[in-house]
């Protein structure tokens, strides 16, 4: 029989859920790091023990906990992230140059073979990367070196690199995400970058198809369609399907393309969920309906979700790390709220329930499945 | 080159408590002269987890949210190779490291 294991990062700490494969009886635990922000916790897909959590302060700053044992007991490894030479400057919010300076991971994205490499997505933007189970970090920094680093600027929630992803079928090509400078893709392991912002269109910046600039706020990939990239934007969902070279919209009929989360099914690559928010100005779901909308046609054509999720008075967010799913067969969807809810799907998104209901407000969902 | 050493007492934050494990007081050994960065490297040295979380990795300053006090005295604009008073030094007064009231 499978478990699933729901790992959920909130404002005041960290929670483990467990179930069976069956996904209807939940155990809770937690919390865990009480009272540090934890932004994130992902597990190595290689060894599904071995889980990196990020946990931060703005009194304290950084740690980076480690567990060998899926989430039982945890040790604090190293949190030294220092950029590479001098660090330079980007763009603050009025437009001024302003020193780049480490606040916080929002991200950590384990190596898909090797238990011991971990990348580290951070803000004030950068990448880094750690060979030795998180105890040393060091920067990619050929990323913040682009040419266009003195141009990237911070979205409201600070200029963070959030979007991580692994190419599984060419270990030299990564992906990543900033707000607000844009995606980026490397094809040599993380020595250069390339902006892959091509058709962009974001009228919040000087020119709106400019190479850098646009708030992405988070991008999914299906593991057997590794050119293939989903993309939910400030404003507008889009979708590459040449690695990111270029990008059209496929917000299509989505009652609002504002939002932050998307994620795509885990067995059928064209399906794909997103939770529209009202706006940029109103984080909250549109009518106070919270609706996760599907696509089957790989965007353009969605259809909302709504059985068991709040369809009236509902004024939660759903942030761009807290959406997951697992490899089970029907596919299970889960995301979190800012309002402390986690709700999970065990039929690809037809029916939902809160499997928890009152944690701090949620900052990230990931999960794990195991046989 | 230091002098005779001493016992002080030193109190963490509750955040710091957890994360290296302890009590709300713990004692580090040092030479003297008694002085904040020499605490702290201390400190460090026992608690390595603890590296970053007060004062920065690579500068050394103090961390803006955290405060130094003792004797009921705010110490945090001292430079940190001022020798502490002596009640600190002797072990009869502990230093204090406060997180600042701000919310959260």
Known sequence: MSTVRVLVGTRKGAFILTSDGKRKDWQVSGPLFTGWEIYHLKGSPADPNRLYASQSSGWFGQQIQRSEDGGANWAPVGNRFTYEGVPGTHQWYDGTAHPWEFKRVWHLEPSLGDPDLVYAGVEDAALFKSSDGGATWEELAGLRGHDTGPQWQPGAGGMCLHTIILDPSNAERMYIAISAAGAFRTDNGGKSWKPINKGLVSNFIPNPTAEVGHCVHHVAMHRERPGVLFMQKHWDVMRSDDAGESWQEVSGNLPTDFGFVIDVHAHEPETLYVVPIKSDSEHFPPEGKLRVYRSRTGGNEWEALTKGLPQKDCYVNVLRDAMAVDSLDACGVYFGTTGGQVYASADAGDNWTPIVRDLPAVLSVEVQTLT | ?104
Request: net charge negative; charged share 25%; with cysteine.
């Open chain 2, 1 to 104: 080159m230091s002098g005779a050493m001493r016992t002080v007492r030193v109190i963490l934050p509750y955040h710091l408590r957890t994360l290296a494990q302890v009590g709300a007081e713990v004692e580090v050994e040092i030479g003297e002269p008694v002085t904040v960065r020499r605490v702290l490297d201390s400190l460090e040295g026992r608690y390595p987890m603890l590296r970053g979380t007060i004062r920065d990795h690579v500068t050394q300053e103090r961390r803006p949210f955290l405060r130094f006090f003792a004797c009921e005295q705010d110490l945090s604009h001292d430079t940190t190779d001022a020798p502490l008073p002596d009640a600190v030094a002797t072990g009869e007064e502990p230093l204090l490291i406060i997180g600042a009231i701000a919310g959260g």
